[in-house]
């Protein structure tokens, strides 16, 4: 059986983070009175049934081990990415003093 690909998985980047896959529905549904089935199925990672059942799925002895284990790589990857920025956040000043001190070294040089 082949897995669901749900209209949602379809879609660009930006379409997915501004929601814009979701106008035609947004136009259908401000003439119509939308019922369940005028709307497609959700791609399987978005189902909330399925995403519950995995997360029943997990052992553990509280619930906030329950809630790490199951967003662990969501959890590193947002580690991650801010560990990066705050990074590049220093970087910027930090070159800059350094361009500044070359440059102010070559003025005092030629003096």
């Known amino acids: 059986m082949q897995p669901f690909v749900g209209r949602d998985d379809l879609v660009t980047f930006s379409s997915w983070m501004t929601f814009s896959w979701m106008d035609p529905f947004i136009e259908f ?25 995995k997360f029943r799925q997990i052992v553990a ?8 284990l199951a967003n662990k790589y969501d959890l590193g990857l ?10 590049f956040n220093y970087a910027g000043p930090f070159f800059l003093k350094r361009i500044l001190l ?5 003025r005092t040089s030629r003096r």
């Open 61 to 68: 002895k509280s619930l906030l081990a329950r809630l790490l």
């Open 78 to 87: 947002d580690a991650s990415l801010t560990l990066l920025s705050v990074v």
């Open 29 to 53: 549904g401000t003439h119509h009175e939308l019922n369940p089935e005028d709307l497609p199925l959700l791609s399987m990672t978005q189902q909330s049934a399925i995403v519950f059942n």
């Open 102 to 106: 070359v440059n102010l070294s070559v």
